[in-house]
T-cell receptor, first 114, second 116 residues
Framework: NAGVTQTPKFRILKIGQSMTLQCTQDMNHNYMYWYRQDPGMGLKLIYYSVGAGITDKGEVPNGYNVSRSTTEDFPLRLELAAPSQTSVYFCASSYPPGGDYGYTFGSGTRLTVV | AQTVTQSQPEMSVQEAETVTLSCTYDTSESDYYLFWYKQPPSRQMILVIR??????QNATENRFSVNFQKAAKSFSLKISDSQLGDAAMYFCAYRWSGGSNYKLTFGKGTLLTVNP
């Protein structure tokens, strides 16, 4: 089925380790986003991209990096993992054809930093 | 900056009854979109309903409807004939129609329990 695919679904990292959360969409959406969800805090925007080669910071970008070399892929890189990065991470995409139909979300990655 | 407030961290409803979830938002813009998303225990975020601010008519999707009060900046979700499958976390979200990034701003969520 078409949609947004995130891998892995779960991961445990040790403090100081690095990893990349993968996100791929097959809907040819220009816009892609990374959010983190902390308990009782809703979703906070980390980074977003409006097209291949274009990325920008959201509300909580510190400790993360992104790249967008293709329309389909939008990986999120965590460098030097810290316990504060323990969270559920969501990738999403959208296509705005003059209106707005919300996002298509991936199923999330639960990351624990110990 | 836009903010979205959900003042009810938790709500419960009996099966087959009606429940209303509250959402208020703060914006200086006049043209925007509002959304309700459902997040069941599977963690998947599912779009429930959307409202365009320039439309006075309240959006409806089957058992789900909204009460959109633009002047009061209020956007509540009514779930009629509640079902066990409606149990989930519900998020209200806002997006300005202008700009070029289509960012969503989310509230903190309301956890809905449906009692049999």
């Amino acid at each position: 089925n078409a949609g947004v695919t995130q891998t892995p679904k779960f991961r445990i990292l040790k403090i100081g380790q690095s990893m990349t959360l993968q996100c791929t969409q097959d809907m040819n959406h220009n816009y892609m986003y990374w959010y983190r969800q902390d308990p009782g805090m809703g979703l906070k925007l980390i980074y977003y991209s409006v097209g291949a080669g274009i990325t920008d910071k959201g509300e909580v970008p510190n400790g993360y990096n992104v790249s967008r070399s293709t329309t389909e892929d939008f990986p999120l890189r965590l460098e030097l993992a810290a316990p504060s990065q323990t969270s559920v991470y969501f990738c999403a995409s959208s296509y705005p054809p003059g209106g707005d139909y919300g996002y298509t979300f991936g199923s999330g990655t639960r990351l624990t930093v110990v | 900056a836009q903010t979205v407030t959900q003042s009810q961290p938790e709500m419960s409803v009996q099966e087959a009854e009606t429940v209303t979830l509250s959402c208020t938002y703060d914006t200086s813009e006049s043209d925007y979109y509002l959304f309700w998303y459902k997040q069941p225990p599977s963690r998947q975020m599912i779009l429930v309903i959307r409202q365009e601010a320039y439309k006075q008519q309240n959006a409806t999707e089957n058992r789900f409807s909204v009460n959109f009060q633009k002047a009061a900046k209020s956007f509540s979700l009514k779930i009629s004939d509640s079902q066990l499958g409606d149990a989930a976390m519900y998020f209200c979200a806002y997006r300005w129609s202008g700009g070029s990034n289509y960012k969503l701003t989310f509230g903190k969520g309301t956890l809905l329990t449906v009692n049999p």
